[in-house]
Structures are given as C-alpha cells and as structure tokens.
C-alpha cells in the first residue's frame, strides 16, 4: 500500500515571506528525494499564485488545487473550514494547514503543522494586527487538532509550551537549513558592486525593532575600535532611516552604515563573502536564518548568548552574555588573521549539521511514529 505524504505549499506558488517561502521549497524537495520505498508526496496549494509547484518541487505525484486563493484559504482554515483538503497525512511547513476535527487511531489521518517565529506571541507589536490574530488563532486550533507541532529548536519548544500548555506532549524539534547549495557565488564581487556595498565589512540582520538589537551592534562596533563599515541585512521596507538613526545615536556616521532590505539566495551569499564576521545581537525568538547562513559561509559569528542562539550556534562562534560586552568581545575576534581563521572553521564546521534532507528524513519519521 503506497503512503502519501500531502505537503502544505502555499508559500511556494504565493509566497508571503521569503524564508517561509524558502523552508517550503527546500523541505518539500527534500522530502521527494527523502521518500521511503512505497511512500511519495503530494502538494496542496491555493488557486491562483504566480508559479507552478511542480516547476519548483519536482517529483510531486500530485497537486491539490484548492478552490480558494491563498488569502481566502487562510481565513478558511482559520475558522475551521477544511476547503476540501482534510484527510491522510498532512504536513505544513507553516502553521497554514486544514486544522480540523480528524481520527488519527481508525482513519489513520494526521496532520503536523510548523512554528518558526514566536513574535506573534511574544512581540505583537512588531507585526500588523491581523497577522498576529491569525497566527494566534491557528495555535488554537494547533492545540486542539494537531497531532504534532515542529519547531526548530528546543528552546523555542519550551517557549512554545509556556505559550499554549496543551501541546506539552505534541511539540517535535527539526531544524531548519540554509537553501540547497548555499555558498558565496563565483560572480561575488560584481554583485556586491550592484547592491554598492564596500569589501570587507560587519554584517548583521535585522530591523529597528528593539528586540533585533541593532542599537546594541551599532553600539559594539563603536566600543570595539573596528573600523570597518557595517552592512544590515532584512530591514523592513519603509524602516531605513530609522536604523540610519539608531546608527548615528551609536556614535556611527550614517555613510558608514549599508542598509538593505529582503535579498535573494545568490546576493545573500555574494554579501556574506564580503563581510569579515556576522554579528547576532537580537533576542527574538525565531529561527535565526541570517545566522545558519553565516555559519555555512565559514563567517565568523560574534552572538548574542539567547537560548535559541545557544541552540543553534553551540560550539560555532562566540557567545557573549550581554550587548555591552558584545564591543570586546568583536575586538578580540578580530585582532590577527589566525583568530579570524579559527572562527571561520569553527562556523563553517558547524554549518554541516544543518540539513534539508536531514529535516525531512525526521518528518518521515514522526510521521511514521505518529
């Protein structure tokens, strides 16, 4: 008897966030190439959206089409309304996924949804209304339908737990990966030329939300004596001169720091190969994609000690226990070739243990535990 996997991808034929959109792709193409002798996968998608996901996951058996566009379809889902697509086994990348009423034991039915940020709960704040509601309201129906919740470290499942109790026994940890064949491209140089950015610089992601810490690295490049420009990756659109102000509130002149918003995977590692270290001054919690992807780069990483850095970075880099001593501890990381060269090895060692095929070999797994 053929089993089949129905992956959620919405993400893919409407993208709505770029990593989102990026983590759907990738574990969808893992868990083809990962499938079990007699097991395959099908797509479930939302009508409508402006690529075909068999152009871009090859090797699904199939594609659900729903009659609802993405918009819709997620309304739908939120109230309870499975749009035809409930039944079997159903994994979302996402939270977006048919939460209803279903029997696992006697239908063999089953359906495990993803969280990869915790600022709708911990951060509203920062993102529009609407979506933290929705966000919220599809943890409920989580807590009550589904048969698992991945999330991709072990500190954001405590988190997860002290947020909605009644998953306590439901949460699975499953890392998420930088894109397949993430590496600084051979056209590194011209690429950085387009987005004008200078060689040799201090990177960092992030927007002018406290919790990202860019008052703190703007503040550590300052107390470390570096003088190198900075670039800032991830900026909100609209939110550029407000990190231009925090900047200059550090003490950096404006022209020395480069900011940009939502790159593409080539130009993501074109900047990676020119920056010197990567630092990760914010506490959010949420998979620190920016992070993964400087570790996989051999860049070395100068973070902020957080539970999820802790997760994620290990023995990779350089976690120092509170922004004031971020300063010192960038100088002494930087101050000969050797020390720089230690940690490039250290962050790219590290950079191996995140895996697409990794992660959906694990969703196989739980599926087959469940």
Known sequence: MTAILRVVLDQVVSPADADLAMASRELGRALVAAAPAGCRVEAIVPSGGTVEVADVVSGVSDVVRTAFA??????????????????GLIHSPTLMAPLVRHDRVHDADQTVVTVWDLSPWLHPDDLPKPAVMWHRGMLRRAAKHADAVVVPTHSMGERLVEIEPRLRDRVRVIAGAAP??????????GRRRALDLPEGFLLVAGSAAAVDGLSAAFAAVVASGVELPVVVLDAREGTEP????????????????????VLDDADRGAVLGGAVAFLAPGSRVTFPWRLVEALVAGVPVVALDTPVHRDVLVDGGLLVPSPELLGATLSTSLESAASVERLGVLAADRGRAFSWRGAAEQVWLLHADL
Do not use: C, K, N, Y
């Open 242 to 261: 407000a990190v231009l102000d925090l900047a200059e509130a550090a003490g950096l002149g404006a022209a020395s720091v480069h900011v940009r918003g």
């Open 180 to 189: 397949r064949g993430f590496a600084v491209p051979t056209d590194e140089i």
């Open 70 to 87: 993405r918009r819709e379809l997620a309304a739908a889902w939120q109230l309870g309304v499975p749009a035809g697509t409930s039944g």
